[in-house]
């Protein structure tokens, strides 16, 4: 939700925050700042808006100093201000703070520091910590963070630094990721790896309730306990460039253009010689498998949509009763789970609180929990017993793309694999399936190699007021991914609806010229989705298609038609969400949105 840095070093700090907190904007945008340790002092500088104010401000004035701490904010608890903006101080101002988090209990904590007689500037919830920390320290910083997180209830990624402790920079966390980057003079802290890649690639991944001390030359980290522990360093191999626009306009843009790749790592590692799956992260052996009578899928957002697919492929190819559920919900609906059920948590930040809790839910009942994550050390994956990566690569941008293909071609090898061992997959059928799989990066390419007419489309029909996405079958779920993405980058409403749903109710919204986008990539649906198409034009709708390469007669009752290369019907999502993000992509471009940071939003949702 919201991006932490902070550095303690021999350099120029606030050159560092700012670089820091750039490749951290993702997680949140609405104001920044920073605290630097100068002349025997704090000082803190923060704004409202786009880092980019910020460094406007900070470029007329120099503040210099070897240890600091940086945010940018996704607003929880109070609006978008200057006042709100973190770092908090204490009254003194002699120690800030920078919080990514909730604190559940900060009112009551506010009402009795108020009556210590500290005074509140902000409607935020960190600035109790700050407070907090002041009343009990005694010139030791890390006992007074020790006593302060004890009264603490909720989720926090915290760094610390205070006037009496220059060579010093205290941080902690639970349930809200922070990294440490090991340095040579120097060391830093970070809500994720990007923030850090140009100083180093040498990171710990912290544990909840651990809490870190950086000084220039040294790092010890203390356990919930309070006790040392000795951690392995963790050598990041990503290429810098991985988290770069590397020429293209936007994130959202390359990440795009990056899909073909990100499913031959998601499938390489996986196939082996003899060309078949082989999930060595997953340790379900057939009689385990033959115990397990239903599997429960749990996600939020895109990855939802992704998980919609995989209920669809399990129950397709392994014959196991999927249930797919959005994580906000799972755990309020006292779900039927137990040892026998296979939970499977799909995540690409492999940090969304809800998913985290639904996780933990499910685990807490007896189920077996398998992660299907793209973050390496994220929490959802340390808390799952067999986790599966998506080696989708950094996702940068807000609206995921990337990660949502490798998330189906996740879903699709873990149903191709249940259902060979279990028997329910013919080995012609799986090889059949397996083959097409890994003909896919091919033909993305080939969609991704002309994309002109999307381009036109995106262009004419940049005006709607409202889009309407249709399918059928697996048909729906992706118009449901391709409506989400219209929604979080062009602000443009949109509603994605099952096509035999419409005359329940919603074809009363189709009028003149309202846009229909009908995915129809299934050949036992077409006749169906074909009288769909016929019956929003009835009432003057403006309908595009997405169709496959020889379902040309759609032309007739189209106005557009977007073709995706022939393929299998059970493997179409991997193909047709394509043009629907490009779609997406650039009607937000020509309505001039902000499409990497989409407003109201951020990467990754870390609170409930
Ligand atoms: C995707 O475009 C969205 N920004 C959002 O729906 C996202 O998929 C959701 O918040 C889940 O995130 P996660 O995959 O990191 O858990």
């Not at 017993?385 to 998506?390: A, L, N, P």
Request: charged share 25%; proline share 3%.
């Amino acid at each position: 939700m919201c991006g932490i840095v902070g550095y303690i070093g021999k350099q120029e700090v606030v050159p560092i925050l700012l670089e820091g907190l750039s490749k951290l904007e993702y997680r949140g945008y609405d104001s920044a700042g920073v605290a630097i340790y100068n002349n025997n002092k704090v000082t803190v500088r923060k704004n409202k808006g786009r880092l980019s104010v910020l460094e406007k401000a900070l470029s007329t004035e120099k503040i210099n100093g070897t240890l600091g701490i940086g945010h940018t904010r996704w607003a929880t608890h109070g609006e978008p201000s200057d006042v709100n903006a973190h770092p908090h101080e204490n009254t003194s101002g002699d120690i800030a703070v920078v919080h990514n988090g909730i604190i559940e209990n900060y009112m009551k904590l506010k009402d009795w520091l108020i009556e210590e007689g500290k005074e509140f500037k902000s409607d935020t919830d960190t600035e109790v910590i700050a407070h907090l920390i002041d009343y009990y320290f005694d010139g030791d910083l890390v006992l007074a963070v020790q006593k302060s997180i004890e009264k603490l209830e909720g989720a926090y990624a915290i760094g610390v630094i205070s006037k009496s402790n220059p060579d010093q920079l205290v941080a902690v966390r639970k349930d809200s990721p922070l990294i440490v980057g090991v340095g040579e003079g120097e060391n830093f802290i970070a809500s994720d790896i990007p923030a850090l890649l140009k100083h180093t690639r040498d990171v710990y991944f912290l544990d909840d309730g651990d809490m870190v001390i950086l000084t220039q030359e040294n790092i010890r980290i203390l356990n919930e306990f309070g006790k040392e522990v000795k951690k392995e360093i963790f050598n990041v191999t990503w290429d810098v460039k991985a988290a770069e626009k590397g020429g293209y306009q936007h994130f959202m843009l390359k990440e795009i253009h990056e899909q073909p790749n990100a499913i031959k790592e998601t499938l390489s590692p996986r196939i082996d010689a003899d060309g078949n799956i082989d999930l060595a992260e997953i340790n379900i052996t057939k009689e385990e498998l033959s115990e397990i009578n239903k599997i429960v899928i749990v996600a939020c957002g895109t990855a939802y949509h992704a998980g919609l697919v995989g209920k669809y492929a399990i129950e397709k190819f392994a014959k196991i009763p999927v249930e797919t559920d959005v994580a906000s919900e799972f755990r309020y609906r006292d779900p039927f789970i137990d040892k026998n059920t296979l939970f499977i948590a799909v995540s690409q930040s492999g940090e969304t609180a809800d998913t985290l809790a639904a996780l933990r839910e499910a685990r807490r009942r007896g189920a077996k929990i398998i992660a299907v994550t793209n973050v390496v050390g994220s929490r959802i994956s340390r808390e799952a017993e067999d986790v599966f990566y998506t080696w989708a690569g950094p996702e940068i941008a807000v609206a995921s793309t990337k990660a949502y293909i490798t998330q189906l071609v996740s879903m699709y090898l873990i149903a191709l694999d249940l259902g060979l061992k279990k028997g329910t997959l013919t080995k012609e059928k799986y090889d059949e399936v397996l083959k097409e799989l890994r003909s896919l990066p091919e033909k993305a390419e080939q969609i991704l190699g002309d994309i002109s007419l999307i381009q036109e489309l995106a262009d004419k029909q940049f005006n709607n007021q409202s889009v309407f996405y249709i399918g059928r079958g697996i048909d729906d779920y992706v118009g449901r991914e391709g409506s989400l993405k219209l929604k979080e980058i062009s602000y443009i409403h949109s509603e994605a609806i099952a096509a035999g749903e419409l005359k329940h109710g919603t074809i009363a919204l189709i009028e003149e010229g309202t846009l229909v986008i009908a995915v129809a990539t299934q050949e036992h649906l077409y006749e169906k989705m074909l009288s769909n198409i016929k019956e929003v034009k009835a009432r003057g709708a403006y309908v595009i298609a997405i169709a496959k390469e020889n379902q040309v007669e759609i032309e007739k009752t189209a106005d557009k038609v977007l073709y995706i290369p022939e393929t299998m019907d059970e493997l179409t999502p991997i193909l047709s969400v394509i043009p629907l993000q490009l779609l997406a992509y650039y009607i937000a471009v020509a309505r001039g949105c902000d499409v990497d940071k989409p407003k109201n939003l951020a990467k990754s949702v870390t609170v409930e």
